[in-house]
């Protein structure tokens, strides 16, 4: 079935330690996102790539690292200077372009706790 | 930067009430999306409106995208407990060099009570 895979589903880390959260997507998407969700609150934008080998920052990229060598692929990694990395974080894809916007799909999430 | 504010936070209503949350931009947008959230879920598409002064129904749900396009709002109709979840509006700037970034507002948290 096409869709978007997110992994792991929950992951625990020491505080100073960098952790990688993988997103694959078989839906043929140009665009892909990383949403950042704290409990209660909305989804605030980490980063975003409308096409391989490109990416932009959203509103909140400090910290945060992303990389898009495969049209599949957008992972994140969240680094140690990220002070308050512990939250829901919500990769999703879309059909979107420069000037155009289409529905975006997500994947289930990855719940980061930092110890 | 482009700010979404979304109101209320929370609403609380008995089963078969009306329920209504707003979105309010800061600029004016190109469209305008709205997705629901269940409880440890992840967001799912449920409509997206481009033209000003725009009205799209989905059985009970009533979408409206304003005239300036810088404010919408989703009414749901006699409201089931399967109503329950997060709903979040989601927009995206008028300008062409807003491309394909989305920004989405806080959500309303909708509780039925049965």
């Known amino acids: 079935d096409g869709g978007i895979t997110q992994s792991p589903k929950y992951l625990f880390r020491k505080e100073g330690q960098n952790v990688t959260l993988s997103c694959e997507q078989n839906?043929?998407?140009?665009?892909m996102y990383w949403y950042r969700q704290d409990p209660g609150q909305g989804l605030r934008l980490i980063y975003y790539?409308?096409?391989?080998?490109?990416?932009q920052k959203g509103d909140i990229a400090e910290g945060y690292s992303v990389s898009r060598e495969k049209k599949e692929s957008f992972p994140l990694t969240v680094t140690s200077a990220q002070k308050n990395p512990t939250a829901f974080y919500l990769c999703?894809?879309?059909?979107?372009?420069?000037?155009?916007?289409?529905?975006?799909?997500f994947g289930e999430g990855s719940r980061l706790t930092v110890l | 930067g482009q700010q979404v504010m979304q109101i209320p936070q929370y609403q609380h209503v008995q089963e078969g009430e009306d329920f209504t949350t707003y979105c309010n931009s800061s600029?004016?947008?190109?469209?305008i999306q709205w997705y629901k959230q269940r409880p440890g879920g992840h967001p799912v598409f449920l409509i997206q409106?481009?033209?000003?002064?725009e009205v799209k129904k989905q059985k009970r749900l009533t979408f409206q995208f304003g005239e300036a396009k810088k404010n919408s709002s989703l009414h749901i109709t006699a409201t089931q407990t399967t109503d329950v979840g997060t709903y979040f509006c989601?927009?995206?700037?008028?300008?062409?060099?807003?491309?394909?970034?989305?920004?989405f507002g806080e959500g309303t948290q909708l509780t039925v009570n049965p």
């Open positions: 999703a894809s879309s059909t979107g372009t420069r000037r155009h916007t289409g529905e975006l799909f």
């Open positions: 839906l043929n998407h140009d665009a």
């Open positions: 790539s409308q096409i391989v080998n490109d990416f």
């Open positions: 600029t004016t947008l190109s469209n």
């Open positions: 409106l481009v033209k000003s002064g």
């Open positions: 989601a927009g995206r700037g008028g300008q062409e060099t807003s491309g394909s970034r989305l920004t």
